[in-house]
């Protein structure tokens, strides 16, 4: 957004509707994130100054849940084909140059089944043919079909980063080093909220 951010950039403890699951709520990009209207003035200030964004008001499928419901990087965002038409124009309002896209197809939570970042995206094995295609087209990067530590949901259990990556904490060595290679950032294992694996449900995070 090249502007001055009147929180410096960092890492804050946070709290939404009651809970520290705040990436439930949340699916950031460089340059905008998707936030429910419903958040308190401080939070939505909060988000947009350390994380540098132009915050973007929305449900997602009538939800605050945001997170199942989309993933996006620094070229587009791709939405679940149970979003609302008056949502994913919501988007296009502020998206600029960035690709807006829905996914068709019976999995609908796709912000759980793509991991990705500005050079790749891992996308899980359960996708069919068509939905990968749409994921290569919208965020515009190789995408690599796979699981972590043996499970599809993989945009759900990890944070990755233009700069790093937090990934659920039962992977292999040899995982990790894979997901480095995927992404070219390095990544860890690791937990959120003392102790919960699900590592994307308590993380808002971009470069």
Not at 97 to 105: K, S, Y
Not at 158 to 181: C, D, M, P, Q
């Given at each position: 957004?090249?502007?001055?951010?009147?929180?410096p950039?960092?890492?804050?403890?946070?709290?939404?509707?009651g809970t520290a699951e705040v990436?439930?709520?949340?699916?950031?990009?460089e340059?905008i994130c998707?936030?429910?209207?419903?958040?308190?003035p401080?939070q939505?200030r909060?988000?947009?100054d350390?994380?540098?964004?132009?915050?973007?008001?929305?449900?997602?499928?009538?939800?605050?849940?945001?997170?199942?419901?989309?993933?996006?990087?620094?070229?587009?965002?791709?939405?679940?084909?149970?979003?609302?038409?008056?949502e994913?124009?919501?988007?296009?309002?502020?998206?600029?140059?960035?690709?807006?896209?829905?996914v068709?197809g019976?999995y609908?939570?796709?912000?759980n089944?793509?991991?990705?970042?500005d050079r790749?995206?891992?996308?899980?094995s359960?996708?069919p043919?068509?939905a990968?295609?749409?994921?290569e087209?919208?965020l515009?990067v190789?995408?690599?079909?796979?699981?972590?530590a043996?499970?599809s949901?993989v945009?759900?259990?990890?944070?990755?980063?233009n700069?790093?990556g937090?990934?659920?904490?039962?992977?292999?060595?040899?995982?990790?080093?894979?997901?480095s290679?995927i992404?070219k950032?390095?990544?860890?294992p690791?937990?959120?909220?003392?102790g919960?694996?699900?590592?994307?449900?308590?993380?808002i995070?971009?470069?």
């Amino acid at each position: 957004m090249s502007r001055a951010a009147a929180t410096p950039r960092g890492v804050y403890l946070e709290e939404f509707f009651g809970t520290a699951e705040v990436g439930l709520f949340a699916v950031p990009t460089e340059e905008i994130c998707l936030i429910p209207p419903q958040l308190k003035p401080r939070q939505k200030r909060l988000i947009e100054d350390v994380l540098d964004v132009e915050i973007v008001p929305t449900t997602l499928a009538g939800s605050i849940l945001l997170a199942p419901m989309a993933v996006g990087n620094s070229n587009g965002i791709l939405l679940s084909n149970m979003v609302l038409e008056e949502e994913v124009e919501a988007v296009k309002r502020v998206a600029g140059d960035l690709n807006i896209g829905v996914v068709e197809g019976k999995y609908t939570a796709i912000g759980n089944l793509v991991l990705a970042n500005d050079r790749a995206a891992l996308a899980s094995s359960i996708l069919p043919k068509r939905a990968l295609k749409k994921v290569e087209d919208v965020l515009g990067v190789e995408v690599v079909v796979g699981r972590v530590a043996d499970r599809s949901y993989v945009g759900s259990l990890a944070t990755i980063t233009n700069i790093g990556g937090l990934v659920f904490a039962e992977i292999s060595e040899e995982e990790e080093k894979r997901l480095s290679e995927i992404f070219k950032v390095d990544v860890m294992p690791g937990t959120v909220n003392n102790g919960i694996r699900f590592v994307r449900s308590g993380i808002i995070a971009n470069s």
